[in-house]
């Protein structure tokens, strides 16, 4: 399901004794590792409740047939949404935060916060869980965004959010009382810019001492590419129910199979904290008011300006990454040359973030566009890049020709492909 998978590497390790969790966990208790990040998808909150995009037959789009869409993923589409708000705002009822526990998963997150092991968590996730779970404000970006804010699309004035909740709650379209254009929660729909906070916190990767990428399939870019930016020393552990992304083609990837809330149950235990997760885990049986944590996510935002931007995308000569990236994932080696490719690979992903690139034809893309049309005919064992994935790949694109356009004027193959790209 998840894209840009190379062959498993199956030589030595390099950082780590071995690809296992103790392993993991004697790396974590040394003083190599100081500066731990997390990626998260919707698989960690599946437990919550709450389903996830792209599991056959549970994911959400397999299931999205009562609203009447033209292609599952228009559900979350700016250009759809521009002409047809309603599908929007049922399903927005439905995953309205509020009602969801965090899982034991978001509370490891939070213990590696209490552990001063967390740098950044960046989470694809608008359902603010890990918020919910004690996760510091300051330490979690919500790159495709959250429910905490609104906005009109057309003259991009705010909306109360109060209003909001209530009309949301009765599946009420909303329109700005200024201009009459329609408003929306600031998630980022396909089409549309990740929130500046993403682009800032970026580069911080290049620093990152280990890596969990947790209950994603690693489709949906720029998100997807941010496993490829930590430096080649850095350790990167998936934790999935199937393999995603690249995670697996490097000496020090560790790929553990299974649902997340039993394998971090484990690293747990091996770290001595198995305790401490359960009674910080019993605590967010107590809901949080989202009220609460919208102030904190203010405030949140506000340490981060203050913060100013430490490193910025800028600095990277444009020439350089531009190279960089026409030459695909690089063969990567320590050192000088491996700083230039994270620093060239940091500075075209926020190039793409920018200018919301055009349609491309590479391979991860592809992927995620036949992963992404027909889940229900996805296979949860073969990965994209397989024979198996590709046949797919091409009986899906066939399939998604007859699908009508969806407010732009390319194909509707072109169309999904292009707004998959357009998160860029
Ligand atoms: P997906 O549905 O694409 O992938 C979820 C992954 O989690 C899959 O690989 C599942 O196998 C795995 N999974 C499910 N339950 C799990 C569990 N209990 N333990 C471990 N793994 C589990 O969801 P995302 O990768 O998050 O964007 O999707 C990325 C983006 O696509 C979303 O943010 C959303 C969507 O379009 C927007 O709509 C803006």
Known sequence: MGNEQSAPYEGPTEVLEGRDVRSIVKYMKSKECRKVFVMLGAGVSTAAGIPDFR?????????????????????????YFAENPLPFYTLARELYPGRFRPTLTHTFVKLLADHALLDTCFTQNIDTLERRAGVPAHRIVEAHGSFADQ?????KRAFDGAQMKAAIERAEIVR???????????????????????ERTVPKLREADLLFVIGTSLTVHPFAALTGLVPAGCPRVLINMERAGDIGGRPDDVVLLGRCDDIVREIAQELGWADELEREWAKTEILVPLEALDREQGAKEKDEERAGVETTVADVPASQSQAAYAEGAPAVSKGQEEEARVEAE??????????????SEDAGVEAART?????????????????EASEGA??????????????????????IAGKEKEKL
């Open 55 to 79: 599991t056959p037959g549970t994911g959400l789009y397999s299931n999205l047939e009562r609203l009447n869409l033209p292609y599952p993923e228009a559900v979350f589409a700016i250009n």
């Open 151 to 155: 906005h009109c699309i057309e003259c």
């Open 176 to 198: 700005c009382g200024e201009c009459g254009g329609l408003v929306k929660p600031d998630i980022v729909f396909f089409g549309e810019a990740l929130p500046p906070l993403f």
């Open 346 to 359: 940091v500075d075209v992903l926020t190039e793409k973030v920018a200018q919301a690139l055009a349609l």
């Open 371 to 387: 992963a992404t049309i027909t889940p229900g005919s996805q296979s949860t064992t073969s990965g994209p890049g397989s024979e």
């Open 394 to 415: 091409a009986a899906h694109s066939s399939e998604s020709d007859s699908r009508p356009p969806v407010g732009d004027t390319r194909s509707p193959e072109a169309s």
